[in-house]
Nanobody, 130 residues
């Protein structure tokens, strides 16, 4: 049984930082999956934040987070990370981690939509106060 679990969310002031983690258990070959971070704010649709290919050689960022967020993965630990710096109130959302069996779900310039990602976590709340 696959379990995807996010952690690291919380309340932070604008300009602060948070590091999200996501562990995926039950994925036979974690290092063959592309991984992604998505977020959903109240009253808004889920949006892609960042994606990383199976090896970590290709990363994609939404324009809204480019230069502030960094995605990374440790395949030995079946873990995905999202380092979020210079946080803004508009970053407030529930952040979800997801796994796509297509290891090349992103080539760096593009990331497949959320509907292509097969396994999802329950999300972790990030709140940025002004």
């Amino acid at each position: 049984q696959v379990q995807v679990v996010e952690s690291g969310g919380g309340l932070v002031q604008a300009g602060g930082s948070l590091r999200l983690s996501c562990t995926a258990s039950g994925l036979t070959f974690f290092d063959s999956y592309a991984m992604g971070w998505f977020r959903q704010a109240p009253g808004k649709e889920r949006e892609g934040v960042s994606c990383i290919n199976w090896s970590g050689s290709a990363t994609y960022y939404a324009d809204s987070v480019k230069g502030r967020f960094t995605i990374s993965r440790d395949n030995a630990k079946n873990t995905l990370y999202l380092q979020m710096n210079s946080l803004k109130p508009e970053d407030t959302a529930i952040y979800y981690c997801a796994a796509d069996p297509d290891g090349w779900a992103t080539d760096g310039a593009y990331c497949k939509p959320a509907t292509d990602f097969e396994y999802w976590g329950q999300g972790t709340q990030v709140t940025v106060s002004s």
